[in-house]
């Protein structure tokens, strides 16, 4: 999943300030720029594959002997929905627009959609999903060996004083 994803599973979690009757034509138009630019014009599709995942467990679980038909129809019909869900004045992109629009300025967003057009912000979209798994993998390893030197560290204090 793109790190484009994730952010935006995280800011929807966060209350919006501003509403989408409050944005600009011209600041809107930035916002969704820099979306499609960072990838988020793929959701339809990635909502899909997790939804499709979700619903054919979902299904499987309350009826192990789904037939290939009724597995094919609930792929068919998650992204049909997914799909319809995203458009509108209720879709995921509205939803969005408000909490760009809280903390980017139309100046901001005009500045990142210009580097996100130069070769080095060209290069940052197509490798910042290998760095961030990267990163995230590197940073479990850490919490992995930190949480077994915490452990023993506190065996040990826990030994020298008696307790357990």
């Known amino acids: 999943m793109k790190p484009t994803v994730l952010l935006l599973l995280a800011v929807l979690a966060l209350p919006a300030v501003a509403t989408a009757g409050e944005l600009s034509a011209e600041k809107k138009a930035a916002i ?3 979306l499609q630019m960072s990838g988020a014009g793929q959701m339809k ?5 997790l939804f499709v995942k979700q619903m054919q467990a979902q299904f499987a679980a309350q009826n192990p002997d789904l037939p290939p038909r009724a597995q094919a129809i609930v792929v068919q019909e998650t992204r049909a929905v997914v799909g319809e869900q995203m458009q509108g004045p209720d879709g995921l992109f509205e939803l969005v627009y408000p909490v760009y629009a809280e903390h980017f300025t139309l100046a901001e967003l005009q500045a990142l959609v210009a580097f996100y057009q130069t070769p080095a ?32 560290r506190v065996a040990k204090r826990l030994a020298a004083e008696g307790l357990r």
Do not use: C, I, S, Y
């Open 32 to 34: 969704h720029k820099l």
């Open 45 to 49: 599709e990635r909502f899909g594959d």
């Open 121 to 152: 912000g060209a290069k940052a979209l197509r490798v910042m999903p290998q760095v961030t798994a990267q990163a995230l993998a590197a940073g479990q390893r850490w919490v992995q060996a930190v949480n077994h030197a915490v452990q023993a």
